[in-house]
C-alpha cells in the first residue's frame, strides 16, 4: 500500500497537471465501513487536495429507503452542508430538504 504521502503527491500532481490544461475534474472515490468516519475516501488523503466533496448515499427512513445528496465541501463558497433527498423521476431529478427528525 502506497504511502499517505506518495499518494497526496501525486493527486497533488495530478491535479495541478489538469488545472493546467483547463480541464474540470472529478474524482469518484467509494466510502466504506473501514474508511468511514471523519474521511470522505478511500485513502483519507484525497479531500485534504479536493477543491469540493459531494456524498451520494441511501439513507432508511421509516422503513423506505431513500437517495440523498450532501455537499460536504466546495472551496470557496458558503453552501449548505444538509442532506437533500434526491428522486430520480421521469421529469427529471428532484431534490428537497430531509428534516433531520422523523418522516419527510
Not at 472515490?29 to 441511501?58: C, M, P, Q
Request: hydrophobic share 40%; glycine share 10%.
Amino acid at each position: 500500500m502506497p504511502s499517505d504521502q506518495l499518494i497526496r503527491d501525486f493527486l497533488f500532481t495530478l491535479g495541478k497537471s489538469l488545472a493546467t490544461l483547463g480541464c474540470t475534474t472529478l474524482l469518484v472515490a467509494e466510502i466504506t465501513s473501514k474508511t468511514g468516519g471523519a474521511n470522505y475516501s478511500s485513502f483519507g488523503v484525497e479531500e485534504a487536495i479536493s477543491d469540493g466533496i459531494v456524498i451520494l448515499g441511501d439513507i432508511e427512513r421509516m422503513g423506505h429507503l431513500m437517495r440523498y445528496v450532501q455537499i460536504v465541501k466546495m472551496r470557496g463558497t458558503n453552501h449548505s452542508r444538509a442532506r437533500y433527498n434526491m428522486e430520480l423521476t421521469p421529469a427529471g431529478v428532484m431534490m428537497t430538504p430531509m428534516l433531520k427528525w422523523g418522516a419527510q
